[in-house]
Nanobody
């Protein structure tokens, strides 16, 4: 199982921006990045898929973040990102990245993400 690592989280005031990064914990040149996504979960709340990008590059967003968040990827580096703009306190959560790493452990073309991060805190407060 390929492990992913999130970075770029932290604390920001309402209206601010953050960029989250998701990268494999090591260098795996034989692997390639397919679909990817970002989840978030606040204390006492259910996990929510906030953004995803499929293998063809089509993106999708939860209504709560649409037009504020942008998911992107760099397939050459097997890295993907979540640009978060106009943040508000409702965005406070642990954000977790996931991806399809083609050729990675657990990969199946008809299954979902086979690589996950541990999560990173994003806090939006005044």
């Amino acid at each position: 199982q390929v492990q992913l690592v999130e970075s770029g989280g932290g604390s920001v005031q309402p209206g601010g921006s953050l960029m989250l990064n998701c990268t494999p914990s090591g260098t795996f040149p034989a692997f390639s990045l397919g679909a990817a996504g970002w989840y978030r979960q606040a204390p006492g709340q259910q996990r929510e898929l906030v953004a995803s990008i499929n293998s063809a590059g089509r993106t999708n967003y939860a209504d709560s973040v649409r037009r504020r968040f942008t998911i992107s990827r760099d397939t050459a580096k097997n890295v993907h990102f979540l640009q978060m703009n106009n943040l508000n306190p409702e965005d406070t959560a642990v954000y977790r990245c996931a991806a399809v790493i083609i050729g990675g452990d657990g990969y199946h073309p008809d299954r979902g993400y086979n690589a996950w991060g541990e999560g990173i805190q994003v806090t939006v407060s005044s």
